[in-house]
């Protein structure tokens, strides 16, 4: 079993059960399923840039994080994920920073020399 990325279910299931808030924002947020603003929906990073997303033989689950709609679509969008963190911790007004990410993402940033 796998989702419409290929992700397979253990692999998604893990990173579900080990992100429970947005890893950049560090929001609360909510299933796709349920009412609600669409920014809080909880969406699968890819944390590797890599269209058409999908899911590679080598990858794990330090490849892929849980976070929010607004995070994941709007901010980040198709940016590589250390030009994209970069631009919002120069934001003044910006509410992702060096507290706000989570360990799963600074330890890809550390492993990619990103
Ligand atoms: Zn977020």
């Known amino acids: 079993m796998s989702n419409k990325y290929g992700i397979p279910a253990d692999i998604e299931a893990e990173i579900r059960k080990r992100d429970k808030v947005c890893v950049y924002c560090g929001k609360e947020m909510i299933s796709p399923k349920s009412v609600g603003s669409r920014m809080d929906w909880a969406t699968i990073d890819h944390l590797d840039y890599e269209p058409p997303f999908e899911y590679r033989p ?3 689950k330090e490849d892929f994080a849980i976070s929010c709609w607004r995070c994941n679509c709007i901010l980040r969008g198709n940016k590589k994920l250390s030009v ?5 911790f120069n934001k003044k007004d910006g509410d992702i920073n060096a507290k706000t990410i989570a360990p799963v993402i600074k330890k890809y940033l550390r492993k990619h020399k990103l």
């Open 58 to 60: 080598e990858q794990t």
């Open 84 to 88: 994209w963190l970069a631009e919002e």
